[in-house]
């Protein structure tokens, strides 16, 4: 790359780092709390227009590029120079046929040669697809060394135009992948290679770090010190690497949280990094990419499930681009798919012994196909008048589709926590309805970072049954009266609540979840936020003890038709271990590597006139068409 032109990107980095984001009906990034605003009262009141919700049989149906019966050509570790001199390794599975041919890259920090014998890869390749698997930087067979994140966005770029360049490449590159892998396709966006055309991000987490990975509401997750454990320096430091996040780590006791890492037997210089930047600096930004969303070109298919612990990303980064993508091709060419599964997307119809039928798998690779054939070879063109958003819903165990997000339709509608004063666990009083409180005591109990609220979590879980969170009394329980007609809930949630604690710094944890006729509690989705960051992940506000001060905590969003007999239950509680971090409630500057006594705390919610706890519903009005 010459001097000039590295000059001129520099700048235009610079001037998209430097840009405010804001999506309509969306809270901005850069403020704590709620990354998904209430969007107002008003039936059909969208961001992008208003179309009808139709009712579908999975994903729409398309013609696809004929399969090439050959043998693929493979050619391992070639090596791809970045700009500072490192090589990375690449392997090549192309068709045994005249090229050049359209990429489509796949960069992993999980070993490239998985992608040798993967029945999908081998699909794309009979398609007349040339797919090239690379190793990050300092994995496997890649020169330098690994820093998460942080490295993608030039290696991304630099990679994508080295493909572009070789002889067996027609000039289009597409990208696909999921979870980490999904997120070096958005660093990689983010620089706008010339010859980046397409992208499928599969449960990629979203662009912003304190959203969702590494920390979620400002809250450590603790599936990153396993992922960090388990990846070791180069290569994988587990028998079988498809075991993460399956059990119960001892190293998760750990206090604080900067001691995990010598206690699980590991030095890591990224994790050390990582432990110095407890709120959100110039470092975090160096790891995120939604900034440069006004720079991205690219049409994107999003696709994740209602429990990936990813979910956000792919719903944030479609209506962020819906708004703010570079050109009007990134912005109509963004397409959303929320299914009914955990992190390995379309896998099973089943999760947590809820069977969500014979839709619960659709033709995910039919329909990935058609968008890259659309998007690489001008093919298909009649996917732009497709509906953009195919999400399921459960209960209804319905495929929706409609070309808006949140849906056409969607009224925010009020949950008003009730109680008189004892709503600690199942066995309490308390209540949800659409009325507002009026005089009623406000429900406390007792948060001990010792005696953490404990909940197995795997990442494969989906709807689980919360019985035995909701057993303990510091757990706060508010449940609806018996529904006796379906309710249509789709999209994005937010709890608004009125608290204090006696501490200077807490977590807030709101569950919402589905209580079924059989007693059983099915989860469908959590928001949490550190109290300090109440008013911004980048500037830290304590508390003052006991002041009744109002939070707006993101719960992501869900889709589910709660059917009669069922009710609507939320629970609220200070901890969730070991699915994230505990806050030891001292109020030290960085949480991270606080070795205070531990606090013990008393919680208060209020629910009366003056201070209306409630949670945002966002429930659909006019019923979806079939």
Known sequence: MGRSNDKSRRAFLAEAAAATIVIPGWANAGTGGSSFARLGGEAGDQPFGSSAIRVVNGLPAGEISPAIHSRPRREYNLLAPMRDGARLAVDIIAPDAEGPFPVILTRTPYDKTSSRTNPFVLDLVRRGY?????????????????????????????????????????????????????QTQWFAASHAPPALKAIVPTVSPPGHP??????????????????????????????????????????????????????????????QEWMKHPKFDAFWESCGYEQYWPRIKV???????????????????????????????????????????????????????????LNGIVDLNSYTIRFFDRWLRGRGKELDADPRVHIFVVGANQWWEADTW?????????????????ANSHRGDGALSFARP????????????????????????GPVDDRPVAARPDVLCYTSDVITQPLDVVGPINAVLFASSSARDCDWHVRLADVHPDGSVRFMCHGVLRARFRNGYERGALLRPDEITRFEIDMTATGIRFLPGHRIRIEIASSWFPRFDR????????????????????????????????????????????
Request: charged share 20%; net charge negative.
């Open 299 to 357: 049409p994107a298919l999003n696709i994740t499930g209602w429990w990936d612990m990813n979910f956000l990303g792919a719903p944030r980064n479609f209506a962020g681009m819906r708004v703010h993508g570079r050109t009007e091709e990134a912005r109509e060419g963004q397409r959303l798919v929320i299914g009914p599964w955990p992190h390995h997307v379309n896998q099973t119809r089943e999760l947590n012994g809820i069977d969500f039928g």
């Open 406 to 422: 949140p849906l056409p339709g969607t009224r925010q509608t009020p949950l008003y926590l009730h109680s008189q004063g004892r």
């Open 130 to 182: 040339l797919v090239a698997a690379q190793d990050v930087r300092g994995r496997f067979n890649s020169d330098g060394e690994f820093d998460p994140y942080r490295q993608e966005h030039d290696d991304g770029y630099d990679t994508v135009e080295w493909l572009a360049r070789q002889p067996w490449c027609d000039g289009n590159v597409g990208m696909i992948g999921g979870s980490y892998v999904g």
């Open 583 to 626: 806050n030891l409630q001292t109020g030290a500057d960085n949480f991270f590597t606080d070795t205070g006594k531990p606090v013990v705390a008393r919680q208060r919610v209020y629910h009366d006139h003056v201070h209306p706890s409630h949670i945002s519903l966002p429930v659909i009005v006019a019923a979806p068409r079939a």
């Open 438 to 461: 009026r005089n009623e005591s406000p429900d406390s109990y007792v948060s001990d970072p010792l005696d953490p609220v404990r909940f197995p979590w795997r990442l494969e879980d």
């Open 210 to 271: 304190f959203m969702n990975e590494p920390l979620y509401g400002g809250s450590a997750i603790l599936a990153m010190p396993e992922w960090m454990v388990a990846m070791g320096r180069r290569s994988f430091q587990m028998a079988d690497f498809s075991k993460i996040l399956e059990a119960h780590q001892d190293y998760f006791e750990a206090l604080p949280l900067s001691k995990l890492e010598r206690i699980s037997g590991t030095s890591t210089p990224w994790w």
